[in-house]
């Protein structure tokens, strides 16, 4: 499967997200090939503000495992992910992020801020940005505009 690939099956979660007042964004996590979990946001749902897709799939993740490091790991997230979101993937050791539509306000992969490149971590996270970016984005848009 191609990047292209994994990221619909986040866009597919991102429209779970979506299907239940969530602001729509979808991930998932794959490692040699195989899909390890998929998750989608929920702070509203579970009145948890750290539940954002990347961290909801860590948790899923891990459990599955039996380990809170995930190595050669890719994880596939349809938004630029938040500080909160990049500092859990550090700690889980993900190999790649590789995600959709850029944020603005709030990326810290190059958008508003690059903390993928700071020399502060102790481990080094690839990324890869825009992939599906207009699906993405547009999903994010039509979602706010509906709210707004």
């Known amino acids: 499967m191609t ?31 195989k899909l390890i979990a998929s998750a ?20 899923k993740a891990c459990a599955k495992l039996g ?3 995930l190595p050669n790991t890719t994880l596939y997230v349809t938004l630029e992910p938040c500080t909160m979101c990049l500092g859990a993937m550090v700690n889980a050791r993900i190999e790649l992020v590789v995600f959709g539509a850029y ?6 992969c ?6 993928s490149n700071s020399k502060c971590f ?3 996270i690839k990324v890869k940005g825009g992939v599906l970016a207009y699906e993405c984005g ?3 848009q039509q979602f706010f505009k509906c709210r707004r």
């Open 3 to 33: 990047d292209n690939d994994y990221m619909q099956l986040a866009l597919e979660q991102a429209h779970l997200a979506e299907q239940i007042d969530e602001v729509p964004v979808g991930a998932v996590l794959v490692q040699n090939g």
């Open 40 to 59: 989608h946001n929920q702070p509203i749902s579970t009145n948890d503000p750290t539940a954002h897709a990347e961290i909801q799939l860590l948790r």
């Open 67 to 69: 380990n809170y490091r």
């Open 103 to 108: 944020d603005k306000k709030t990326g810290v």
């Open 110 to 115: 190059g958008s508003c801020n690059d903390l």
């Open 122 to 124: 102790n481990h080094k």
């Open 138 to 140: 547009q999903l994010l």
